[in-house]
């Protein structure tokens, strides 16, 4: 499986009321959540996402709550992959439950620049910045991971089964 989107990037720390305001939360329909993805940081955010991103974060991505709705939000405005130093734990899950790949590789942030062509080969674990020609070697998600990922979420899995 691999994704490629342009870059968006943001910094450390960034957290699930940030990538969600809680005034949010009371709508269901995933397709209104998304139309307010990162509000609590760049109001402009699902614009730049439409075509499809791969969105950069520095250290503990996704901190805060453990709200759902942040990663449904960000998959449905039309993010293919969160790439980060690394994650708050629910956050990770809560995106692997949902059917977006989290990836963690370290120093990540600082070798991709807002707008640059990335690459992501989930299975071997291989992420590839075309703009500036450089690759970075992180580990490949997992088998059991992938057949979540691949089903589109936790719930498809468990219907479909493996």
Same mark, same amino acid.
């Given at each position: 499986m691999i994704i490629k989107g342009k870059a968006i990037k943001f910094g450390n720390n960034i957290n699930t009321d940030v990538i969600l305001p809680?005034?949010?939360? =009371?709508? *269901?329909?995933?397709?209104?959540?998304?139309?307010?993805?990162?509000?609590g940081i760049d109001p402009?955010?699902?614009?730049?996402?439409?075509?499809?991103?791969?969105?950069?974060?520095?250290?503990n991505f996704?901190?805060?709550?453990?709200?759902e709705q942040a990663p449904i939000a960000l998959k449905y405005s039309g993010v293919k992959c969160v790439l980060a130093e690394y994650f708050a734990r629910i956050f990770f899950r809560n995106c692997i439950n949902?059917?977006?790949?989290?990836?963690?590789? =370290?120093? *990540?942030s600082k070798n991709i620049e807002e707008g640059d062509s990335i690459s992501i080969d989930l299975e071997k674990g291989i992420i590839r910045n075309e703009t500036q020609d450089k690759s970075f070697k992180t580990n490949p998600i997992p088998e059991f991971l992938m057949s979540i990922l691949q089903k589109?979420?936790?719930?498809?899995?468990?219907?479909?089964g493996d």
């Open positions: 809680g005034k949010y939360l =009371e709508l *269901i329909d995933p397709k209104e959540l998304a139309k307010h993805a990162m509000a402009d955010f699902p614009d730049k996402v439409s075509d499809g991103a791969v969105l950069i974060g520095g250290k996704g901190c805060g709550s453990s709200r949902i059917g977006l790949p989290a990836i963690e590789c =370290e120093n *990540i589109g979420g936790l719930i498809e899995y468990l219907k479909k």
